[in-house]
T-cell receptor, first 114, second 111 residues
Framework: GAVVSQHPSRVICKSGTSVKIECRSLDFQATTMFWYRQFPKQSLMLMATSNEGSKATYEQGVEKDKFLINHASLTLSTLTVTSAHPEDSSFYIC??????????FGSGTRLTVV | QQPVQSPQAVILREGEDAVINCSSSKALYSVHWYRQKHGEAPVFLMILLKGGEQKGHEKISASFNEKKQQSSLYLTASQLSYSGTYFCGTERAGGYQKVTFGIGTKLQVIP
């Protein structure tokens, strides 16, 4: 089945620094990937749609200058949280879809900003 | 627009059945169901496409009523491993594959 690899799984960073999260589709090509954020005991909230070779599409209320998305190849999308603050601490998950089946999620990245 | 899921939580004894409902006010292309264990990413269970189909996955099945924009997930003879939070995700027609998730239903199966 489709596999999506996400790294790192956990990261702790200092306030004001930037963190990059990688999402790779291992056995299929993904022209579109999705980035979600999940706060404790809450649902997955879509942040943005990452499109290979073009600009990402951000959901309303998501700062595109803060959450930089790059989808440089058919198997890799990255999310960079710039100038991170404690309120950015969350569980970030990417997902991709292989040929019309359901979405495969990465294992998630737990970001803690101190 | 976020689909509405119910119930928000349910506790079952092993072997009991449960139904989780998901509804949307918008015309849907598909409904997805996922299960998430604590601290882990969601895992895909099944997808139901426009057409009112019903699908099954071991003792877990689901239906999709296209006219009512409703889907139900049926868990029969529940096992301890079924515990987790179940999310429905809805994909609107022309929604560019974007899936919006419900608030989730926390299911706990006890011995």
């Amino acid at each position: 089945g489709a596999v999506v690899s996400q790294h790192p799984s956990r990261v702790i960073c200092k306030s004001g620094t930037s963190v990059k999260i990688e999402c790779r589709s291992l056995d299929f090509q993904a022209t579109t990937m999705f980035w979600y954020r999940q706060f404790p005991k809450q649902s997955l909230m879509l942040m943005a749609t990452s499109n290979e070779g073009s600009k990402a599409t951000y959901e309303q209320g998501v700062e595109k200058d803060k959450f930089l998305i790059n989808h440089a190849s058919l198997t890799l999308s990255t999310l960079t949280v710039t100038s991170a603050h404690p309120e950015d601490s969350s569980f970030y998950i990417c997902s991709a879809r292989d040929q019309g089946v359901g979405y495969t999620f990465g294992s998630g990245t737990r970001l803690t900003v101190v | 627009q976020q689909p509405v899921q119910s119930p928000q939580a349910v506790i079952l004894r092993e072997g009991e059945d449960a139904v989780i409902n998901c509804s949307s006010s918008k015309a849907l292309y598909s409904v997805h169901w996922y299960r998430q264990k604590h601290g882990e990413a969601p895992v895909f269970l099944m997808i139901l496409l426009k057409g009112g189909e019903q699908k099954g996955h071991e003792k877990i099945s689901a239906s999709f009523n296209e006219k009512k924009q409703q889907s139900s997930l049926y868990l029969t003879a529940s096992q301890l491993s079924y515990s987790g939070t179940y999310f429905c995700g809805t994909e609107r027609a022309g929604g560019y594959q974007k899936v919006t998730f419900g608030i989730g239903t926390k299911l706990q199966v006890i011995p």
